[in-house]
T-cell receptor, first 113, second 115 residues
Framework: SQQGEEDPQALSIQEGENATMNCSYK?????LQWYRQNSGRGLVHLIL?????REKHSGRLRVTLDTSKKSSSLLITASRAADTASYFC?????????????FGQGTRLTINP | NAGVMQNPRHLVRRRGQEARLRCSPM?????VYWYRQLPEEGLKFMVY????????ESGMPKERFSAEFPKEGPSILRIQQVVRGDSAAYFC?????????????FGQGTRLTVV
């Protein structure tokens, strides 16, 4: 079964606004990770949140995790044009042996100047 | 410490030819993962390897695809007798230990085009 489905699929906001992306997953996890992908490039790790954590911050990023609802959110505050990218959540599939990261389809974020 | 290196960045093959994609993990990383990405889609897991061992190949097509991670040298993803449907971006990632404990580091990918 697919893990890590992001919502919305696409998001367009004005520079300076906050952007919120959501992720739902299906099985138990050890951790959930968020990655960013600029067009035509590889993925860059943003933040890792463990299953026993509820919230984590890194600069302008805030990630929450609700294991009872099997969901996570990524908040980017005070968005900048350089934040334009696709954002993916990934889970480690604990029920499946925790061997690999399983990615969702991603949210394409566009920041308009 | 160089990041994950993939080569070539772009590869064009005619139908029926073989494609060999290389991935050198970060120094000290013994876990390698291969993913495939179609345009506007997420990454699909293909295979997970540790040195000289295939740990999980549940995402690999049963035919034409193979992967290795030898004791010396890069990891290789080989696609034999390529077809147009193999056209995609192939990403390699590495980690120092399993991803249940740490992040994965990705290369820039190899974009395979089958003509």
């Amino acid at each position: 079964s697919q893990q890590g489905e992001e919502d919305p699929q696409a998001l367009s906001i004005q520079e300076g606004e906050n952007a919120t992306m959501n992720c739902s997953y299906k099985t138990s996890i050890n951790n959930l990770q968020w990655y960013r992908q600029n067009s035509g490039r590889g993925l860059v790790h943003l933040i890792l949140i463990r299953s026993n954590e509820r919230e984590k911050h890194s600069g302008r990023l805030r990630v929450t995790l609700d294991t009872s609802k099997k969901s996570s959110s990524l908040l980017i505050t005070a968005s900048r044009a350089a934040d334009t990218a696709s954002y993916f959540c990934a889970t480690d599939g604990f029920d499946q042996g925790a061997q690999k990261l399983v990615f969702g389809q991603g949210t394409r974020l566009t920041i308009n100047p | 410490n160089a990041g994950v290196m993939q080569n070539p960045r772009h590869l064009v093959r005619r139908r029926g030819q073989e494609a060999r994609l290389r991935c050198s993990p970060m120094k000290g990383h013994s876990h390698v993962y291969w993913y495939r990405q179609l345009p506007e889609e997420g990454l699909k897991f293909m295979v997970y390897l540790q040195k000289e061992n295939i740990i999980d190949e549940s995402g690999m097509p049963k035919e034409r695809f193979s992967a290795e991670f030898p004791k010396e040298g890069p990891s290789i993803l080989r696609i034999q007798q390529v077809v147009r449907g193999d056209s995609a971006a192939y990403f390699c990632a590495s980690s120092p230990r399993g991803v249940q404990n740490t992040e994965a580091f990705f290369g820039q990918g190899t974009r395979l085009t089958v003509v």
